[in-house]
């Protein structure tokens, strides 16, 4: 059974910083793009960022480029969200999400498979 864990959200003052984590088990974490999608209250679940199985390639949402970063460490099949620069509208439950293939795909879900349960991220302005 595969099993995505989140944490490290929680409340934040507007310019400040966080980092997520997601721990994975239960799948080859290194042959698996993983991506962060986050969702507000009363708006729909949305992209925020993907990263490929090797770390090697990235992509992000306009709305988070130059103030989030993901990246990954294979050896403790865990990705990471780092998150700088906060804003009001960053608000959201942000979810892990793992894909059956090494690469994401575009658009969508990224060619997400498997998700978290999410962790709150508020921030105060």
């Known amino acids: 059974q595969v099993q995505l864990v989140e944490s490290g959200g929680g409340l934040m003052q507007a310019g400040g910083s966080l980092r997520l984590s997601c721990a994975v088990s239960g799948r080859p974490f290194s042959s698996s793009a993983m991506g962060w999608f986050r969702q507000a209250p009363g708006n729909e679940r949305e992209f925020v960022a993907v990263?490929?199985?090797?770390?090697?390639?990235?992509y992000y949402a306009d709305s988070v480029k130059g103030r989030f970063t993901v990246s990954r460490d294979n050896a403790k099949n865990t990705v990471i969200l780092q998150m700088n620069s906060l804003k009001p509208e960053d608000t959201a439950v942000y979810y892990c999400?793992?894909?059956?293939?090494?690469?994401?795909?575009?658009?969508?879900?990224?060619?997400?498979?498997?998700w978290g349960k999410g962790a709150l991220v508020t921030v105060s302005s």
């Open positions: 990263i490929n199985w090797s770390g090697g390639t990235t």
């Open positions: 999400a793992a894909g059956r293939r090494p690469y994401f795909t575009a658009g969508g879900d990224y060619g997400m498979d498997y």
